[in-house]
């Protein structure tokens, strides 16, 4: 019985703190609430420890585009280099619209192939923030387009184009 008893007992300890351990909320690339979901993505263990995001932009990058797409997300900061938890790079060496982006606990980190690749990588990481809210899940993540084209699409039910105007656009 003393055999029984200090075999099971651990066991039983152990099965029960599994059990009770928060489930985490980000299991696979599809939870992350990215749209188009990004090429690679290396889920963490735990959370940031950022509960605001503070954004720098530098003047050559800043554009329209960022005051609306921070507009109406909450937590999320425009401030000065010195204050902003959230760092980027442009590299050289990466494709146009390419980039990186690492979630540590203590600050973000994004690696852009240009200014297009930045922007992509601010829209993944509100649309992170806006799906889950903060604390964002510790995570790396690269990401870059498939095709060095963009497709586009003619409504011609209601537009109606000719062959030639469409094969010239």
């Known amino acids: 019985m003393k055999i029984f008893s200090i075999c099971f007992v651990p066991f039983i300890l152990f099965a029960i703190s599994f059990y009770n351990s928060p489930e985490p ?44 797409l921070f507009k109406d997300v909450p937590n999320i900061n425009m401030v000065n280099k010195i204050d902003a938890n959230v760092v980027y790079s442009i590299s050289s060496m990466m494709t146009n619209e390419s980039y990186t982006l690492k979630i540590n606990p203590k600050d973000i980190e994004i690696v852009a192939g240009s200014n297009i690749g930045l922007q992509y990588a601010m829209v993944s990481l509100v649309q992170m923030a806006t799906h889950h809210g903060l604390p964002l899940p510790l995570l790396s993540m690269e990401d870059s387009p498939k095709f060095t084209y963009r497709g586009m699409h003619l409504d011609v039910s209601r537009h109606f184009l000719m062959s030639k105007k469409s094969k010239s656009i």
């Open 25 to 68: 909320k980000i299991k696979k690339t599809s939870d992350l609430g990215i749209i188009p979901a990004p090429n690679k993505v290396i889920i963490g263990v735990g959370n940031a420890e950022i509960e605001n995001l503070k954004i720098y932009i530098g003047e050559t990058e800043k554009t329209a585009f960022y005051n609306q």
